[in-house]
């Protein structure tokens, strides 16, 4: 770096924003209490050795994939029926969340409705600011363990996140097909079926197809509070160390994840 | 205006879909009568009501406020973390040959498995606590960032790099001051959109034991010490919403 022509020329910056950065970061270290040679002591090593040794001899009797592969099916039909009855949920509260097909808001002066308007949206928000898995955590308190948990978490969770972002859609697109509607007389169904829906329809789609994805790798994840399906297998083989079940549970998930990727891409290519 | 014909094969997926909505519910069979009787809604009123009125006892204030510093530091050590290790991967898997392929397998990997199946897994290596959670959140978001920021470089602009290449710099080099700048914003803005998911996501964490905000919830309502739980949700709450606002106030000053 001898040649001035070669050096950096905003090295000393670049060392300062280093320094920040490391200053910042002190802290993060100390409160994650981030001590990863914790995970180099010798006996732990030794434990860890023995459980991912086990990974490569995957248990593959009949008895075992039978299980396994009745347990896929439960994820995915929670995953599906969940994201159904979300749909009951988030259809209605969207439709009402909806200023663009309110006649009230035509003369630019919105009537008393937006307060309804303003509380759905904010009920809306609540339901999806909790995390469905503090849903399922609590539904499991009240209807016990297994699929009716998972399938009622994943409708509140989804139903908040699906009727949201549907209101925002709708009010995101041309207003000029359903303000002619709505001021020739149209009805509120009227406007939205012929005025929004034809044009906001596959977008509208997509993004439930593409929710339907996640909330299948959310049902694995329930499972883990014991709400059926993959998950509540690979937790009770986590924790009886069986390594040789957890490799073949987790094999089946990342190839479930990736044929629901794959569906879901596929479909929503058709709808575009 | 003739209406375009619906074809069969529309009507054969949609068919498909029904099918496949059907047979959920029917295979699950749900305990309809568990969330939609009289008594069942009583009683989840009952519980609702439990939840009140909130435990703000000072100490016990102190230890959520504690718990919801040690969710946001593990976001942040987490995604902090997770921009190493996606530049890492993401350098191969921006390049050419044998490296390339590899490299996308694994991001593919990383991405495939949720944070909280990784956390299971680290739990067994790590034991309990917030470093399995933290790792947890760095594999997952490694696979998730590797991949944006890979396809950042490759979409790069290629006139700033040639240059530098014509006068005889190493590939090393060439990145460091032609395409890192120029991918510079898109990275930063892939990076703060991760974080705040990773806010949410380690604020769970902790009901499998990794930590943070979530393991607190899990332990009160195991108890079933209610209103602490209260507290604790409220917290939780609370951080997510700031998150959003924040993100939302951000995105709309970065649009305008």
Known sequence: ?272 | MKREPVRASTWAVLAGLAVLVVASFWSLNLQWSAFLGVDALASMGRFGMSFFPPQLAPAFLAKTGWALLETLAMSALGTALAVVGGLLLALPASGQGLGRATARMLLNLLRSVPELVWATQLLILAGLGPLPGTLALALHTSGVLGRLFAESFENAPAAGALALRQRGLGEGCVWLFATLPQTLPQLVSYTLYRWENNIRAASVMGVVGAGGLGQMLSYHLGLFQMAETCTVLAGMIALVGLVDALSWVARRSLTR
């Open chain 1, 1 to 272: 770096m001898t040649d001035p022509a070669l050096r950096d020329p905003a090295l000393s910056r670049r060392w300062l924003a280093l320094l920040i950065g490391l200053a910042l970061l002190w802290p993060l270290l100390v409160l994650s209490e981030f001590k990863p040679w914790t995970l180099l002591d010798e006996r732990g090593l030794r434990a860890t050795g023995r459980y991912l040794a086990q990974f490569i001899h995957m248990r593959s009797d009949a008895e075992f994939l039978q299980m396994l592969a009745l347990d896929t099916w439960r994820t995915v039909a929670i995953a599906t029926a969940g994201l159904t009855l979300a749909l009951v949920l988030a259809v209605p509260l969207s439709l009402l969340a909806t200023a663009r097909l309110s006649a009230s808001t035509l003369e630019g002066r919105p009537g008393p409705a937006r307060w309804l308007r303003r509380a759905v949206r904010a009920l809306l928000v609540a339901l999806r600011s909790i995390p469905e898995l503090i849903w399922a955590l609590v539904f499991v308190r009240v209807v016990g363990l297994g699929a009716t948990a998972g399938v009622l978490a994943i409708a509140i969770a989804y139903g908040g996140m699906l009727g949201k972002v549907y209101a925002e859609i709708l009010e995101s697109a041309d207003a000029t097909p359903t303000q002619a509607l709505l001021s020739a007389g149209a009805t509120r169904w009227q406007a939205l079926c012929f005025g929004a829906l034809p044009s906001c329809l596959p977008e509208l789609l997509s993004y439930t197809v593409y929710r339907w994805e996640c909330a299948v790798r959310s049902s694995v994840v329930l499972g883990f509070v014991g709400a059926g399906g993959l998950g509540q297998q690979l937790d009770n083989a986590s924790k009886m160390f069986a390594g040789n079940e957890v490799s073949a549970i987790l094999l089946v998930f990342v190839l479930l994840v990736m044929a629901s990727d794959a569906f879901s891409r596929w479909l929503r290519g058709r709808l575009a």
